[in-house]
């Protein structure tokens, strides 16, 4: 990919996701995975509030945010293509998903410019985990970013996570330096 536009990297990107879906083969008869499009996006909010909800020890407190703000959030971001997303159904409910960001590489005169993906809010219902769901998310998000030319992927794990995705091929950064400014 040369330098061009942004819009049309994600539009083509973006196009490769969708048909990627249709090749995507269902895991077992009652499980697929397939990409996520923006009429997924108040379920993916619903997840989401769960995802998040699920780091506090017992009942978590009320939502200080409105769902809506993530549902248009999300669907907003999947139909522009910035952002890709997978999600597992299991009896046409999803049960688990994977987001993926589309970070802008700089135009080079001598190289490619192919973005870089950064993946995120990768969860799995409770009662669905360890029967290799979120594997088959990280394979069609990785098919993907190989066949979208993507330079790298990035990711910040959990602990319990870090050996699920070395399974995938990420290893620890050589040449990252992070700055971190939130304390
Ligand atoms: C991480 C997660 C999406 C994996 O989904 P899954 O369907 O259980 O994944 P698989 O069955 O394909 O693989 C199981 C692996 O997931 C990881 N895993 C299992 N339970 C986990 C948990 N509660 N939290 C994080 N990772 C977990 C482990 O690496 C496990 O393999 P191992 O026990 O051999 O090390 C799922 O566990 C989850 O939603 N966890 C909570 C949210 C989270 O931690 N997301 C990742 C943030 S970077």
Known sequence: MTARSAAAAATEISSLHRAAGAKLAPM????IVRPARSADARTLAELRWTFKQEDYEGQPPAPLRHLEEAEHWIGD??????????V?????EICGHVFLCLVERMPDPYKDNNPVGYVTNFFVMPSQRNKGVGSALLQ?????????CLEGLIVWPSERSTPLYQRFGF????????????T
Do not use: N, V, Y
Request: no cysteine; glycine share 2%.
């Open 28 to 31: 077992t008869t009652d499980l």
């Open 77 to 86: 971001r999947l139909s522009d293509g910035r952002w890709l997303a997978w």
């Open 88 to 92: 597992a159904e299991a009896k046409d």
């Open 140 to 148: 069609a998000l990785k098919q993907h970013s190989r066949s979208a």
């Open 171 to 182: 290893q620890p950064p050589e040449e990252l330096l992070e700055l971190p400014l939130a």
